[in-house]
């Protein structure tokens, strides 16, 4: 194995279950995150030696996983059933409270556009500051601080919806 391989390996060890997430949070859905996040990481061994002479290869990587979590979803076959509304487990009875607050922000986050969503995560999940939200996203901060403000207002709209009776 050649250095540059082992220095890929290493970065890719340390980074997967963020990028996992990130993708994850961003698409709404785990096979589909798997799949961004493979198509990132080839992408990335490509330029790994410019991405390591760039000097901050997580900034670099959570870029492109965006990046292509968004052409993934434009491709016309990937408009399909949301996977969303399969479950992927029974559901024996009661769920803890953590698992369904958890189910609620998730369905809510589902429901953003790709722009409000990608923000809230990168900020509120990733815990990114504004100006490194803009870099990732390619947008002025202040686009980035609208569309996370937009994002959040809609996720407790929705989830204000979901816990208030019905009418």
Same mark, same amino acid.
């Given at each position: 194995?050649?250095?540059?391989?082992?220095?890929?390996?290493?970065?890719?060890?340390?980074?997967?279950?963020?990028? /996992?997430?990130?993708?994850? %949070?961003?698409?709404?859905?785990? !096979?589909?995150?798997?799949?961004?996040?493979?198509?990132? &990481?080839?992408?990335?061994? %490509?330029?790994? $030696?410019?991405?390591?002479?760039?000097?901050? $290869?997580?900034?670099?990587?959570?870029?492109? &996983?965006?990046?292509?979590?968004?052409?993934? #979803?434009? *491709? $016309?076959?990937?408009?399909?059933?949301?996977?969303?509304?399969?479950?992927?487990?029974?559901? !024996?009875?009661?769920?803890?409270?953590g !698992?369904?607050?958890?189910?609620?922000?998730?369905?809510? %986050?589902?429901?953003?556009?790709?722009?409000?969503?990608?923000?809230?995560?990168? /900020?509120?999940?990733?815990? %990114?500051?504004?100006e490194?939200?803009?870099?990732?996203?390619?947008c002025?901060?202040?686009?980035?601080?609208?569309?996370?403000? /937009? #994002? &959040?207002?809609?996720? *407790?709209?929705?989830?204000?919806? /979901?816990?208030?009776?019905?009418?």
């Amino acid at each position: 194995m050649t250095e540059r391989d082992r220095a890929f390996v290493e970065f890719v060890e340390a980074a997967i279950p963020s990028l /996992r997430r990130t993708a994850y %949070l961003i698409g709404g859905d785990w !096979h589909k995150a798997e799949d961004v996040v493979q198509e990132t &990481l080839y992408k990335l061994y %490509l330029a790994w $030696p410019k991405v390591q002479r760039a000097g901050n $290869p997580f900034a670099y990587v959570r870029r492109m &996983l965006v990046n292509v979590a968004y052409d993934a #979803g434009r *491709r $016309p076959w990937r408009r399909e059933v949301n996977s969303a509304e399969v479950t992927e487990y029974a559901v !024996h009875g009661d769920f803890a409270a953590g !698992h369904a607050d958890r189910d609620e922000v998730l369905e809510a %986050l589902r429901a953003l556009g790709p722009r409000q969503r990608a923000c809230v995560v990168l /900020r509120y999940y990733e815990d %990114l500051s504004v100006e490194q939200t803009a870099e990732i996203l390619g947008c002025s901060e202040g686009t980035v601080k609208s569309q996370a403000a /937009r #994002g &959040l207002d809609t996720l *407790r709209k929705a989830i204000d919806r /979901r816990r208030s009776p019905a009418l």
